[in-house]
């Protein structure tokens, strides 16, 4: 396993030394914000590792350009990472715009994501195992594991980009992990008591991005594949906590149709609910979205019955 890069370790021991707090909006949100005027000779934190703004690199002291900076002209510099808090913890991600299809995204989903998987843990025994599948910056998982301590903590995903800024997160969590490159379940993973998955759900036909792009029909190819992946290798018990994204076309939610109809045959059963009616509205003015009348981020719970 390759150990986290130290000198991204130290940038995000100093942040949180210095008691550097943002939160990651959207995409459409940073636009609008970063399109304001900045001042670059301040080298205020905020801009420079939330909204990534351009600076003087002489406003700032060594350690925090450990991450590394691009050139942005006229003599300013920008940072080539982002840093969002999350709780107590720091993460990065990359920078803004996430074009790049190997782009690592931390934003208002992360947010949604980690109070599901906090509110499915609490009052419940910890979980012994704990996979996060297609983890980016690992903020799934490692919320998991902070109401789980001791547990065997595995980070997936098919992006080696992420499990790099995933690994610098962990430890400076102070969280152990295993870190796995591939897609879906890995075989060395085993049977895990606890999944925990963010799919991609958008049709990001046009890039392909692989943060985003779901892939099936309008977004949804990822979620259900992970699902019914996820439940066939779960510990008699497990539970899969899938938080995604769903195209609601004519009132009808189709991904938690193929689950009510799937799931039984493999030994398990569903809980399923809205966590926001209304997301990313913007891509419904796109051609995947004809007919779509909104994209729902919803909370799956799959939880493995045990052998009788």
Request: aromatic share 6%; with cysteine.
């Amino acid at each position: 396993m390759t150990p986290p890069d130290p000198a991204l370790l130290r940038l995000l021991r100093t942040l949180k030394a210095l008691d550097y707090r943002f939160v990651a909006v959207t995409p459409e949100t940073h636009r609008r914000v970063l399109a304001r005027p900045g001042d670059p000779e301040r080298g205020d934190l905020r801009d420079v590792f939330g909204w990534n703004r351009p600076f003087q690199p002489e406003s700032l002291p060594a350690e925090l350009l450990a991450g590394g900076v691009e050139e942005a002209g006229d003599g300013l510099v920008r940072s080539r990472y982002r840093v969002a808090s999350l709780e107590a913890q720091l993460f990065l991600h990359s920078s803004y715009p996430t074009d790049d299809e190997h782009a690592v995204f931390f934003g208002p989903d992360t947010y949604r994501f980690a109070r599901f998987i906090e509110a499915e843990l609490e009052g419940r025994p910890a979980p012994r195992s704990i996979l996060d599948i297609g983890c980016g910056t690992g903020a799934g998982g490692l919320t998991a594991a902070a109401l789980a301590p001791g547990a065997r903590v595995m980070l997936s995903d098919v992006n080696p980009a992420a499990l790099s800024l995933a690994a610098v997160n962990a430890a400076a969590a102070g969280v152990a992990v295993e870190l796995i490159e591939g897609s879906g379940v890995p075989a060395a993973a085993g049977a895990p008591e606890l999944i925990v998955a963010n799919p991609p759900y958008i049709a990001d036909d046009d890039a392909g991005r692989s943060y985003r792009d779901g892939g099936g029909a309008i977004g949804s190819g990822l979620s259900l594949e992970w699902a019914f992946e996820g439940a066939r290798r779960l510990a008699p018990g497990g539970r899969m906590l899938l938080y995604t994204g769903v195209a609601i076309v004519g009132g009808e939610d189709r991904v938690r149709a193929q689950l009510e109809a799937g799931l039984p045959a493999l030994g398990c059963g569903l809980r399923y609910s809205e966590i926001d009616p209304d997301v990313f509205g913007e891509e419904l003015d796109k051609p995947p979205y004809a007919g779509v009348e909104r994209i729902v981020a919803v909370g799956a719970v799959i939880e493995k019955l045990r052998s009788q």
